[in-house]
């Protein structure tokens, strides 16, 4: 297997800044940059992460720079596609998988579970004098109140035991004695002849977390052990980045510049409308995005589900662009077990073949996850809905569909599901060295339809037009650029939603920009700054797109037209004029309260709206109770319907006159 020229530039780079980490003195490697020990590579799906770190881990070897290589994964689909693909990369090498009941450390190459290779496991016991033993509990049902006797003490009673105090002149607050609780299984690997560990998806590993106890136990023996991390994204769930492991990103490529190179497949984008209301899901203070088990309240409802069906179908189905007489091959991401089971009933019940999975492993366990995903490669189902497993680890080149009805505010989780289509088909056209996107359309796979059923809301969503940005900043920074302090709205503790009963689908350029439409007194509004807007809004059942402002007047964009079309055009000229501050999401303005200079300005606008046009939109308590993106976008639609009444209404006087 050859490598490719990127994976040969970047594995270059890897060696190179391992050089600058280490230098020999007397015969001995001396670390001079410890954070020059640890490379990092973010690539896209489907650009062969695998494939490097294998090509990368060979010449290591090849050249004694390296004796043993530890790939930890944190999967069981991981570390067999790392095993696999190392040996076509390079054949004649041992390669062993270090997992459950499999110790195979013999090998060179030794595949680990990060689960399998934990160190040791310390407790401590308590302090004498201050977490005295509590009196057992004459109620407790393991003990009926005798406290065990005879032995150390009943479980549930001991349980009630204080925690150390901070204070306590003989512990400080630690506990009593340290002991070895269980004897880890890091210790069955070779630890000190472990030269280089590969980290695959990395950005899983965070302070104090087990990879980062493995790397710490194989440096204690060997300090020049090196570390070559891969993911497609740089962004820790938790919102705390990889900048205290890494320095930087040695090489990057987005999956907007894979597919201008041709060894991604183009990304065709629709945007489904439903009329879902998110304002109450609750956010997660410790990931920043939406709360799973409120998102399936909101997203699983049978009229939600009935509109996604139709999407796929409209859009996806059998004898669409692209999708030949049986519908593309779809993976669909849902927020809860029973929003995805549920969704495939759905599917299925409308005749169109579905299956679905779930990370649960007391209901899916491997072998029945397995026979599900081989239905899909054999294309015995079209659709297949999943929660949490398909992010991670899974290669089916003939997905050419992503149905996103899973909304979120994380930029990482979308690109680890819109990754999953990207893949080129293979196999390589006659005379071709290597598989791009010649062969895959010549093997029937010419683009992936990313169809978007996150809803119309006003909450700033991650959107597929996010994936444009090459800037690899963690989503750390982009949280503290936000407005501090804590929210001044109070919102429902359920989560709820209107009925829908329609949607409004249309096409748009993926990597053009991201729209922030919001809906305001039965118009979409979109600010595009320097006191613009664009408003869409409906007459006899046709749409009209208009770009207009107090101080700028009034310009038709699309007049009479379909929903699908106006707001295609409304799109192409608010990315072509707008300014792109004002076209992105609020970022996090829904949940502060509008300023009191918002509110006294939509005030003074209702004020001119009632002499003018003699009605009043919005009341004063209604005011009272936006937020700072509701109020912008009330500002924005307020100022357009007034500055398109003054046209209408000097065009009437100039006829009269």
Not at 211 to 222: H, P, S
């Amino acid at each position: 297997m050859k490598p490719r020229p990127y994976q040969e530039e970047a594995a270059q780079l890897v060696f190179a800044e391992w050089d600058q980490a280490v230098k020999v003195v007397d015969g001995q490697q001396q670390v001079i940059d410890p954070k020059k020990l640890n490379a990092l590579v973010v690539w896209a799906t489907g650009l062969g992460k695998t494939a490097l770190f294998s090509f990368v881990g060979r010449q290591a070897i090849e050249t004694g720079l390296c004796r043993r290589v530890l790939v930890l994964a944190h999967r069981t689909e991981l570390i067999q596609q790392a095993r696999d693909k190392w040996l076509r990369v390079d054949p004649g090498q041992t390669v062993g998988i270090y997992q459950a009941a499999k110790r195979e450390t013999w090998a060179n190459v030794i595949c680990g579970s990060v689960q399998s290779c934990y160190p040791d496991v310390y407790r401590r016991r308590s302090c004498p004098a201050c977490q005295s033993k509590p009196d057992p509990d004459p109620f407790c049902e393991l003990c009926d109140g005798d406290g065990r006797a005879g032995e150390p003490g009943c479980r549930k009673c001991q349980a009630k035991r204080p925690k150390p105090d901070p204070d306590c002149p003989i512990c400080s607050g630690e506990g009593g004695e340290e002991y070895l609780h269980r004897k880890g299984r890091i210790h069955d690997l070779p630890l000190a002849e472990i030269d280089l560990i590969v980290i695959d998806e990395v950005h899983h590993v965070f302070r104090e977390s087990l990879y980062t106890r493995i790397v710490d136990a194989v440096r204690e023996v060997n300090p020049a052990c090196r570390m070559l991390g891969v993911t497609a994204t740089p962004f820790r769930a938790d919102r705390r980045g990889l900048g205290w492991l890494f320095g930087r990103s040695i090489h990057t490529i987005s999956i907007k510049r894979g597919i201008e190179m041709g060894y991604l497949v183009p990304l065709r984008g629709v945007r489904v409308e439903m009329e879902v209301d998110l304002s109450s899901v609750r956010v997660s203070k410790s990931s920043g995005d939406f709360v799973d088990e409120d998102l399936g309240k909101v997203m699983d409802t049978e009229d939600a589900r009935g509109q996604v069906v139709e999407a796929w179908r409209k859009h996806a189905g059998p004898g669409t662009d692209g999708a030949g007489d049986h519908g593309r091959l779809t993976a669909a991401f849902c927020p809860t077990v029973a929003s995805a089971r549920h969704l495939c009933a759905s599917f299925n019940e409308a005749g169109i073949p579905a299956g679905w999975i779930c990370g649960d492993k007391s209901i899916f366990n491997d072998k029945r996850r397995m026979a599900v995903l081989e239905s899909l490669s054999r294309q015995e189902i079209r659709v297949l809905v999943n929660v949490g497993v398909l992010t991670e680890g899974w290669d089916e080149p003939e997905v050419s569909c992503i149905l996103l009805v899973r909304p979120t505010k994380s930029k990482g989780l979308l690109i680890q599901m819109v990754g999953r289509g990207t893949r080129v088909l293979g196999p390589p056209v006659e005379g071709a060295e290597d598989l791009r996107i010649e062969s895959s359309v010549a093997n029937g796979k010419s683009d992936c339809l990313v169809i978007d059923c996150t809803g119309a809301t006003n909450l700033g969503l991650a959107s597929i037009a996010d994936l444009t940005n090459d800037d690899e900043k963690d989503e750390k920074e982009q949280a503290e650029s936000q407005p501090g302090g804590q929210p001044e709205l109070e919102f429902p503790d359920e989560p709820t939603t209107v009925r829908v009963t329609g949607f409004c689908s249309y096409s748009f350029d993926v990597f053009g920009g991201l729209i922030h439409w919001q809906q305001v007194n039965g118009s979409r509004v979109a600010n595009l700054g320097a006191g613009r807007s664009v408003v869409i809004f409906e007459r006899g059942g046709l749409f009209t797109v208009v770009c207009a402002g107090l101080r700028t007047g009034v310009e038709f964009i699309a007049r009479d037209e379909p929903e699908s079309v106006a707001m295609e055009e409304a799109e192409i000229f608010a990315m072509e004029t707008g300014e792109p501050n004002y076209l992105k999401p609020d970022n996090g303005l829904s949940r502060i309260r509008a300023s009191e200079k918002q509110r006294a300005y939509i005030k003074r606008l209702l004020a001119w709206h009632r002499d003018q046009i003699g009605s009043t939109p919005l009341s004063f308590a209604e005011i009272g109770r936006l937020s700072m993106a509701r109020a912008s976008a009330w500002a924005s639609y307020l100022e357009a319907r007034l500055a398109f009444h003054r046209r209408f209404a000097n065009g009437r006087r100039k006829a009269a006159g």
